[in-house]
């Protein structure tokens, strides 16, 4: 089981560019969260997603913020016109059949930069 | 409101002392409360996790404790080694939608 994989680990862009970052839960596991960490700072949840649904999206910013998870793929977090602001490492989780009541493993992240 | 408050931003002990780091909760429908510990630039990593019919649990020299009734619970990490520096995060199940995490705990173990 290779576990909960993100890519890219780093991804760089330039201000106005679009970001699109990949996760690929666990095998067997259809819950998948994103959350972004800042520097320094704590996992603030940004949306929670079942196979073709979205969940939760209470954390996700109101615009430029989109994510989905297709019936066949990995699940796509894309942030549209990146500001310096977005710059933070983002982490994807997943779960199984127990949703957020269940273990939850994250991968290993994608470190964004917007310069 | 979906809080979760953790204590102390900061730790430092001694090599071989306990540490104990403690959060309390505002959603009493909460019934999942994992930890996890995140080393510098690393994923954060599942160390234990309890739920809400069990009002404590051990594994080797980490133990996590769950009060229901005053909304709070702790990890408890005994004869503490410098691996164990790390920074660690309390999370509770929010909803049944999401786990919120608490701000984080940096560890530190001095040798």
């Known amino acids: 089981n290779a576990g909960v994989m993100q890519n890219p680990r780093h991804l760089v862009r330039r201000r106005g560019q679009e970001a699109r970052l990949r996760c690929s839960p666990m095998k067997g596991h259809s819950h998948v969260y994103w959350y972004r960490q800042l520097p320094e700072e704590g996992l603030k949840f940004m949306v929670y997603l079942q196979k073709e649904n979205i969940i939760d999206e209470s954390g996700m910013p109101k615009e430029r913020f989109s994510a989905e998870f297709p019936k066949e793929g990995p699940s796509i977090l894309r942030i549209q016109q990146v500001v310096r602001g977005d710059s933070a490492a983002y982490f994807c989780?997943?779960?199984?059949?127990?949703?957020?009541?269940?273990?939850?493993?994250f991968g290993q992240g994608t470190r964004l930069t917007v310069v | 409101g979906e809080n979760v408050e953790q204590h102390p931003s900061t730790l430092s002990v001694q090599e071989g002392d306990s540490a104990v780091i403690k959060c309390t909760y505002s959603?009493?429908?909460?019934?999942?409360f994992p930890w996890y510990k995140q080393e510098l630039g690393k994923r954060p990593q599942l160390i234990i996790d309890i739920r809400s019919n069990v009002g404590e649990k051990k594994d080797q020299r980490i133990a996590v404790t769950l009060n229901k009734t005053a909304k709070h619970f702790s990890l408890h990490i005994t004869e503490t080694q410098p691996e164990d520096s790390a920074v660690y995060f309390c999370a509770a199940s929010i909803g049944g939608n999401k786990l919120v995490f608490g701000a984080g705990t940096i560890l530190r173990v001095k040798s």
């Open positions: 959603d009493s429908a909460s019934n999942y």
């Open positions: 989780a997943s779960s199984g059949n127990r949703g957020p009541n269940a273990e939850a493993f």
